[in-house]
Structures are given as C-alpha cells and as structure tokens.
C-alpha cells in the first residue's frame, strides 16, 4: 500500500491567514493527488484534484502544488468556512489511500 | 445534479453481515465514465476506500477486507449494495458512497451524506 502522511496534524490559525498543509507519499504518485475538505458530521467534499487542478465551484483561494512524493495544499486567506478537516488521497495504485488529516481550527 | 444516498441499519450485531445500499439519483450507474465505490470512517479517524463496482459487475477490493466484502449493482433499481461479513466492534464506521472517475483524471467527485453503522451485540 502507498502511505500517506499529512503534516501538521492540527493547525490554528485566524481569518485571513495563510495556511499550508504537507502532504509525502511513501514512494512516487506522479501527480495522481486529490485534496478533500470535511467538516463536521458531513461527506468529504473534492477540492483538488491531480494535484492543482481545482475542482469546480472550489474557491480560488485553495491551490495545490507538487509532484512525485511531496505535495501542498495551500489556503490563501483563510476564511471562517474554511474550518474543517483536510485528506489528502493517492490515485496512483488501484488500492486508493488517504492520509491522517489535517485539522485547521481557530 | 447526481446524488448519492446511503441506506441501511446503523446496529449490526458481531458476527453478522452488515448490509448497505446507495441509492443514485440525477445520473444512471449504467454510465461508463464511472465507477462506484464504498468508503468508511471509524469514528475519530482517517478515511478508508473500501472498493469499488463498475456497471459491468467488474469490482475491485481493499486487500484488507476482500475476503469479507462483496459490492454489487442493480441497474433496474440504479443502487449500488456493499455487503461486509463477520463484523466486528473494529468495523464501526460512518459508510459512504462515492462517485469515481479513472480515466484521464483520478478523483472522488460526488459522496453521498453517510450512513453510521455500530457494530455491537
């Protein structure tokens, strides 16, 4: 299986600020990364997909970057919605994975 | 716009079967741009796909549950089912359903609310 580890775990921060959230696989993924946004007792939402393409109606403050085994998630200026817990996800094997989460709180 | 909704008993009893249905609206599992796919969320921790079903029957399973989990289609009733053996207290989860792209991009894109599943006698 391809690991996937997310770093920080938690993260605080205020509105407006820019956030950064890490995500390495355990070996070469190319670019095949999605990121997903969930909140509270609700579905996993796609925000990016293939590491920097945003997903459709995503707000253009949320960019992806990377390649191969490091990947970021990027919040340009934080907003009050944007509280939730972030996945990233390889699409690279058949057996897909996802990583521990970040959660993003005041 | 399609929709996903998960249906099911929330209380299974060790080691019964647990038994799910997704049902589809706005868009047909006959559709061969996609495939349809279960995933779970023990309760406080990370994501888990669980496998998936293509409208042709052709599935694909986490190595770590393929001995225990069949999922199924019914395109006369556009449901998908996931069937999961000999549960234990460790398959307590909120189970969703999802819609997947693999081709050309790779992605979950439509997930269904959830169905919360405890696993106790």
């Known amino acids: 299986d391809i690991q996937m580890t997310q770093s920080p775990s938690s993260l605080s921060a205020s509105v407006g600020d820019r956030v950064s959230i890490t995500c390495r696989a355990s070996q070469s993924i190319s670019s095949y990364l999605n990121w997903y946004q969930q909140k509270p007792g609700k579905a996993p939402k796609l925000l990016i997909y293939?590491?920097?393409t945003l997903q459709s109606g995503v707000p253009s403050r949320f960019s992806g970057s990377g390649s191969g085994t490091n990947f970021t998630l990027t919040i340009s200026s934080l907003q009050s919605e944007d509280f939730a817990t972030y996945y990233c996800?390889?699409?690279?094997?058949?057996?897909?994975?996802f990583g521990q989460g970040t959660m993003v709180e005041i | 716009q399609v929709q996903l909704q998960e249906s099911g008993p929330g209380l299974v009893k060790p080691p019964e079967t647990l038994s799910l249905t997704c049902t589809v609206s706005?868009?047909?599992?006959?559709?061969?741009?996609?495939?349809w796919s279960w995933i779970r969320q023990p309760p406080g921790k990370e994501l888990e796909w669980i496998g998936y079903?293509?409208?042709?029957?052709?599935?694909n399973y986490n190595p770590s549950l393929k001995s225990r989990v069949t999922i199924s289609v019914d395109t006369s009733k556009n449901q998908i089912s996931l069937k999961l053996s000999s549960v234990t207290a460790a398959d307590t989860a909120v189970y969703y359903c999802?819609?997947?792209?693999?081709?050309?991009?790779?992605?979950?894109?439509?997930w269904g609310k959830g169905t919360t599943v405890t696993v106790s006698s």
């Open positions: 999802a819609r997947e792209l693999r081709s050309g991009s790779y992605y979950m894109d439509v």
């Open positions: 293939a590491a920097s």
């Open positions: 706005g868009g047909s599992v006959n559709s061969g741009s996609y495939y």
């Open positions: 996800q390889q699409s690279y094997s058949t057996l897909w994975t």
């Open positions: 079903i293509y409208y042709s029957g052709s599935t």
